[in-house]
């Protein structure tokens, strides 16, 4: 048997290589704006991001996001989706618990 192929996307702070699955997309709508994107299936232009506060407060201070959306995001953006980040990290790490055990 073939071993499946996993997408792999990298994450725009760490730069690390991993299957999309491991990792929280960010999106930049069709109208401008810029927003964790769960479901992996938003239009827009995407950036991924790993599962982690620390990598998240790195792509902050990098402007990491105004790079991979090409975009100038607000500061208050980042506080936005900081919030959002903390609140959907849980919710994302339990969900790859269940995914692992399908397997
Ligand atoms: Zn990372």
Redesign the pocket.
């Known amino acids: 048997m073939k071993p499946r192929k996993v997408p792999l996307r990298k994450?725009i702070?760490?730069q690390?290589m991993m299957p999309k699955k491991e990792l929280i997309r960010v999106v930049r709508t069709p109208d401008e704006e810029v927003r964790i994107d769960l479901t992996g299936k938003k239009a827009g232009r995407g950036a991924y991001?790993?599962g982690?506060a620390g990598?998240f407060r790195l792509a902050k201070k990098s402007k990491a996001f105004d790079r991979a959306l090409k975009l100038s995001v607000d500061p208050e953006i980042y506080d936005q989706l900081e919030q959002d980040f903390i609140a959907v990290e849980d919710e994302f790490l339990a969900s790859k618990e269940l995914a692992a055990d399908d397997e």
């Open positions: 994450c702070a760490c690390e991001l790993c982690k990598c």
